[in-house]
């Protein structure tokens, strides 16, 4: 890969990461308040370690040898800086099943939001959808059911990765859920500091799981992936612990999120249905879809006392 390149994917993925995770970062604040001193420096310290090196380092590493275990694991790593014929090969045989089940997850993920979340309304149109929420599980079924009817004339795989994609989203989002109703009385119960340190872990390990399949949209390189998504990581830490009050006032930081994943999702549909996706595409539309929500927040954002 050109040097400009891997600069741009790993900006790209630093972005991504960081945005699609304001979210944690808010969450981690409010519970990391009602621990004790000791307690959020442990968190802070090795809970970096782990979501940096172990969630956003381990997990594209597993998924690429899952999706081609005929790499090895020292392979999967490395193969996208590989020359050798054979490891280009399976790398493009396997490419499109990985980009379906992650495009699926993150579409999905986008209807979600916007058909069931609250949200701070910041496109024409949006409102009017919301009001339609039960139209949600209408939506994702037929279009499960559209892409998997092409995927099997495509490649069987893929159909099979469309359903795998489908059922890793109700999955996590099961997972979410539960977290939520845990945040709840965590704030207004006694769960003890350790407790709360496990819970903190658990909700990072879901919010990553976003981070690191939109990660596949700009590149199947592993070592790219972490570094860029580590480094997002590292920035959420430090929101975490400067300002989150601050970043709250930023309305429409998650539209500009949720969007790009929808970008995202659908690119790496496209992707391994065959079409041709420039790899400048997806660092460039994330920087543009959050951009533009970044400018929309600023015009838009409420005077400190009223955060």
Not at 162 to 175: D, E, K, L, R
Request: glycine share 8%; hydrophobic share 60%; charged share 10%.
């Amino acid at each position: 890969m050109e040097i400009l390149s891997i600069i741009l994917t790993v900006a790209g993925l630093c972005l991504f990461e960081t945005i699609s995770s304001i979210d944690n970062a808010i969450i981690n604040a409010e519970v990391l308040s009602t621990m004790a001193a000791w307690a959020r420096r442990w968190f802070l310290t090795w809970g970096l370690f782990f979501a940096v090196f172990v969630i956003r380092g381990l997990l594209p590493w597993l998924i690429i040898w899952m999706t081609t275990p005929m790499l090895g694991p020292i392979g999967a790593l490395t193969a996208t800086f590989s020359n050798d014929p054979a490891v280009i090969a399976a790398i493009e045989e396997s490419a499109p099943i990985l980009l379906m089940g992650g495009g699926i997850f993150l579409v999905f993920l986008f209807l979600h939001w916007i058909f069931l979340e609250e949200k701070n309304y910041g496109l024409r149109g949006e409102c009017y959808i919301a009001s339609k929420g039960v139209w949600f599980f209408a939506v994702v079924s037929i279009l499960l059911a559209a892409i998997v009817w092409f995927a099997l004339a495509f490649n069987p795989l893929m159909a099979f990765a469309a359903v795998m994609g489908s059922t890793a989203f109700f999955i996590v989002h099961g997972f979410r859920q539960n977290a939520e109703e845990q945040e709840r009385k965590m704030m207004g119960g006694t769960m003890s500091d350790w407790s709360k340190i496990f819970y903190l872990e658990v909700i990072d390990a879901t919010f990553s799981i976003d981070g690191v399949l939109g990660a596949f949209a700009f590149t199947l390189s592993v070592p790219l992936i972490i570094i860029g998504s580590g480094l997002g990581a590292i920035v959420v830490r430090q929101m975490t612990i400067s300002n989150v009050d601050k970043i709250k006032r930023y309305l429409f930081l998650k539209n500009g999120a949720m969007y790009s994943i929808l970008v995202l999702g659908s690119i790496m549909i496209l992707d391994g249905f065959g079409f041709h996706i420039p790899a400048w595409l997806s660092p460039i539309a994330t920087f543009g879809i959050v951009g533009f929500f970044y400018v929309k927040s600023i015009r838009n954002m409420p005077p400190a006392d009223a955060a």
